[in-house]
């Protein structure tokens, strides 16, 4: 079953604007990890941010996790064309299990 | 560093016909492995994980079995295919600590015709 689910679906900005991706998922968690994927390839780990952890920074990449919420948001700043992907976000519970959302399909226009 | 290889790349194969899918680890000992479907436009299902040699969990019932023969080496097989069992496969490992992410290869596309 899926826990985490992306919103919005497709996202679709100009080249230098922000764009912002949020997950939520319904039971407690040890992490929860982002990964992007371009078309046709394998998951590329992103960010992974702890249960006890409200924000994390990575380059261009800003992480926050609400766990009160049960919802986390992922911000890429100033966009570029190479950006476009899909988007994932995953939680891990007690196992080394990470259960996946069906994700964010970004389009950067140039 | 390490690294991970999966194929092949892309497999056509008949209704009925058996299956066999490797995934190798390179550069480090123990990990985790990984397999998962991702269906089109979708997110990863895993299949199954192994913690060791000989060691599988299987998170859904399929018609799909998976084996760690060695330490580093994953597969994942069928005896025959059923055209449900189209998709995209992707390997994983992960260290075996809590709180790691997963290294994926970059994946078999299996059309069943």
């Known amino acids: 079953s899926q826990q985490g689910e992306e919103d919005p679906q497709a996202l679709s900005i100009q080249e230098g604007e922000n764009a912002t991706m949020n997950c939520s998922y319904k039971t407690s968690i040890n992490n929860l990890q982002w990964y992007r994927q371009n078309s046709g390839r394998g998951l590329v780990h992103l960010i992974l941010?702890?249960?006890?952890?409200r924000e994390k920074h990575s380059g261009r990449l800003r992480v926050t996790l609400d766990t009160s919420k049960k919802s986390s948001s992922l911000l890429i700043t100033a966009s570029r064309a190479a950006d476009t992907a899909s988007y994932f976000c995953?939680?891990?519970?007690?196992?080394?299990?990470?259960?996946f959302g069906s994700g964010t399909r970004l389009l950067v226009r140039p | 560093s390490q690294t991970i290889h999966q194929w092949p790349a892309t497999l056509v194969q008949p209704v009925g016909s058996p299956l066999s899918l490797e995934c190798t680890v390179e550069?480090?000992?123990?990990?985790?492995l990984y397999w998962y479907r991702q269906a089109a436009g979708r997110g990863l299902q895993l299949l199954f994980y192994?913690?060791?040699?000989?060691?599988i969990s299987s998170e859904v019932p399929q018609n799909l079995s998976a084996s760690r023969p060695q330490d580093r080496q994953f597969i994942l097989s069928s005896k025959k295919l059923l055209l449900s069992d189209s998709g995209f496969y992707l390997c994983?490992?992960?260290?075996?600590?809590?709180?790691?992410?997963?290294?994926f290869g970059d994946g078999t596309r299996l059309s069943i015709l």
């Open positions: 192994s913690v060791g040699i000989g060691q």
């Open positions: 995953a939680t891990a519970g007690s196992s080394y299990k990470l259960i």
């Open positions: 550069g480090t000992s123990n990990p985790n």
């Open positions: 994983a490992w992960s260290l075996p600590v809590s709180n790691q992410p997963q290294h």
């Open positions: 941010i702890r249960s006890n952890e």
